[in-house]
Nanobody
Framework: QVQLVESGGGLVQPGGSLRLSCAAS????????MSWYRQAPGKERELVAA???????NYADSVKGRFTISRDNVKNTVYLQMNSLKPEDTAVYYC?????????WGQGTQVTVSS
C-alpha cells in the first residue's frame, strides 16, 4: 500500500524557517516526479515545487529563492526547505508522487506563519 507521510509543519514567525519531510513507502521516490503542493483556506491547491525523476526542479514564482526541494534516495524521502517564510505561505502542504497513470498524495501538514 502506497503511503506518503508528511511531517515538519507547525507555527513559525514571519522570516523563520521550516523543513517539511515526505516519507514514502511502496513507491521509490527516485523513480517518480515528486512535488509539493499547498492549499490555503478558500483557495485552490497550487504547485509549490517539483523535482523530476531526472532531478530537474521547478518552483512557483512566489517561492523562488526561498524554498528548496530535495530528495534523499537512501531514506526514500523528499524534503521542502522553506526559508524567509511569509504569512501568505500559510497553508496545508501536500506531498505528491506522480508518474504515468499513477498519482499518490499524502495527507498534508499544516504550516502557519504568524507573529
Amino acid at each position: 500500500q502506497v503511503q506518503l507521510v508528511e511531517s515538519g509543519g507547525g507555527l513559525v514567525q514571519p522570516g523563520g524557517s521550516l523543513r517539511l519531510s515526505c516519507a514514502a513507502s511502496a513507491v521509490t521516490v527516485s523513480s517518480y516526479a515528486m512535488s509539493w503542493y499547498r492549499q490555503a483556506p478558500g483557495k485552490e491547491r497550487e504547485l509549490v515545487a517539483a523535482t523530476s525523476a531526472g532531478g530537474t526542479t521547478n518552483y512557483a514564482d512566489s517561492v523562488k529563492g526561498r524554498f528548496t526541494i530535495s530528495r534523499d534516495n537512501v531514506k526514500n524521502t523528499v524534503y521542502l526547505q522553506m526559508n524567509s517564510l511569509k504569512p501568505e505561505d500559510t497553508a496545508v502542504y501536500y506531498c505528491r508522487a506522480g508518474r504515468v497513470l499513477r498519482v499518490y498524495w499524502g495527507q498534508g501538514t499544516q504550516v502557519t506563519v504568524s507573529s
